[in-house]
């Protein structure tokens, strides 16, 4: 039987698992996306760096592995990293992650390529510094002042989360600065941090806190997540100096382990492993009957609005629409036949009851009294659980339908929802309450 889940634009493996997006990169007129994966099975226990690349971010061809674990360094997994150009060369920082009796050592290290084909490991390591456990992982590195700066997740000796900061000159030999950013919101370990500018007055640091408290009553059940701080690289002190408390990237179920990257049209586009499935969901996960596991978030862009981070689908998926069907109606049922869809919804009145469904009931959204609820069905329990969120006043939905993952952006980027969700029963949509002069467009892929 054809694959129902199997998506059609979200990057994913035909075979394995795939978690983290690593190396994000345009190199030569070609985006490279690297991601960490399991290419034999569809667990956990074995990570190298497999490969995509596409010449416009959305056809995506996938080219198999590309950096594997068969050092002495590395020989327990290839874990995440970022790239880097210089002088026509791509360069590659990744983890090492070594096992011996039972002992985890990690390393920071380096491979790079002339061609974007064959990728050659440097004998180079970089070790965790004093003061922090081996769990130090994922350097992300960028330029500066005419140099270069690498940051790694760290745990700090007494288990906190915490983010270490290296310095070069010429990209290849590193040397310690101290800490960048510590805090207990960074719970007992920080994991793939990212630092960008969007504006003169926002620097953001990325963050994936490893298990902590709940912050926000809606999210009991999460341990891990992927958040953003507001702040300034202080140059001199070496330090993230942040002006606003830890916010998450995105509401949904699924997104963990985000990196972002500059393309030639100067956008930032962040991606992220679409996935917060727990073991059980993962095990039950549909796909796995297939082969294979996890897919990555659409690529997005990144702006600084209203003091805040908006994330906006590329202009390039418009490429993929095909029909398009425009309503006007108050409340409709829309008799869809596609899997793979994209809506934008318009209320041009102030909005205080409007619901709908979607992949005939499978999955909602709606908005009253101040906030959205985004539901799915549960594949492991097979019960309706939901994400809620206070939205002070909701003007524009804009959805993609994949036929296993569904990414939502609200008021035009201000939050989004991603999330897996598995259908069987059909595709029809149906909403209630549009308003005046609101508006729905429709288009299949
Ligand atoms: C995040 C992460 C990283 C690590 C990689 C291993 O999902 O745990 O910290 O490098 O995955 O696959």
Redesign the pocket.
């Known amino acids: 039987m054809a694959n129902q889940h199997k998506n059609s634009f979200h990057i994913e493996p035909a075979k394995g698992l795939l ?2 997006p690593n190396g994000l990169i345009q190199f030569k007129g070609t985006y490279y996306f690297f991601h ?1 994966w399991n290419r034999f099975e569809t667990n ?1 226990e074995y ?1 190298e760096w497999g490969l995509f690349t596409s010449k416009d971010l959305v056809q995506w061809e996938s080219q198999g592995s590309a950096i594997l674990p068969d050092t002495e360094s590395d020989k327990n ?1 290839i ?2 990293g970022s790239a880097i150009e210089k002088d026509g060369k791509m360069y590659l920082f990744y ?1 090492g992650n070594s096992k011996n009796q039972g002992k985890r050592a990690s390393c920071q290290k380096i491979a790079y390529s002339e061609d974007g084909k064959t990728f050659i490991k440097m004998e180079k390591v970089i070790k965790t510094p004093a003061g922090y456990t081996e769990h130090h ?2 350097p992300k590195v960028w330029q500066k002042n005419g140099k270069w700066w690498m940051i790694v ?1 760290a745990q700090s000796a007494a288990n906190v989360g915490a983010v270490t900061l290296f310095e070069s000159s010429d990209l290849i030999n590193w040397h310690y600065q101290g800490e960048f950013y510590s805090n207990e919101l960074l719970d007992q370990m920080c ?2 941090p990212d630092v960008f500018s969007l504006s003169e007055e926002a620097d953001i640091l990325l963050v ?1 806190p490893q298990k902590r408290t709940p912050i926000e009553e809606s999210d009991l059940s999460l341990s891990s997540y992927a958040g953003y701080l507001v702040g300034k690289v202080d140059y001199q002190q070496k330090k993230f100096i942040e002006k606003e408390a830890l916010r998450k990237i995105d509401y949904g179920f699924d997104f ?2 985000p990196q972002t990257f500059e393309d030639d049209k100067k956008r930032r586009i962040i991606t992220a ?1 679409m996935s917060r499935m727990g073991d059980k969901e993962e095990v039950y996960c549909p796909t796995v009957a297939d082969g294979y596991l996890h897919c990555l978030t659409m690529p997005r862009e990144l702006k600084w609005k209203n003091d805040r981070l908006y994330q906006l689908p590329l202009e390039e998926y418009q490429a993929l629409r095909k029909d398009q069907c425009n309503y006007r109606e108050d409340s409709l049922l829309i008799k869809n036949q596609n899997d793979t869809y994209e809506m934008i919804i318009e209320f041009q009145a102030a909005i205080t009851d409007f619901s709908m469904t979607l992949n005939s009931e499978r999955n909602s959204i709606s908005y009253r009294e101040g906030r959205l609820e985004i539901s799915r069905i549960n594949w492991v329990s097979g019960e309706r659980e939901a994400k809620v969120l206070p939205v002070d006043s909701l003007s524009k939905l804009h959805i993609f339908n994949d036929n296993s993952a569904m990414e939502v952006f609200i008021n035009d980027g201000e939050y989004v929802f991603s999330m897996r969700t598995f259908s069987t029963s059909g595709r029809d949509v149906y909403y209630q309450n549009l308003g005046h002069n609101g508006s729905v467009m429709f288009y299949n892929y």
Do not use: I, L, P
Request: aromatic share 16%.
């Open positions: 978690n983290d960490q956990h990570k997994g874990y995440s983890t992982r994922d997740g994991e793939c994936c963990y382990a492993w």
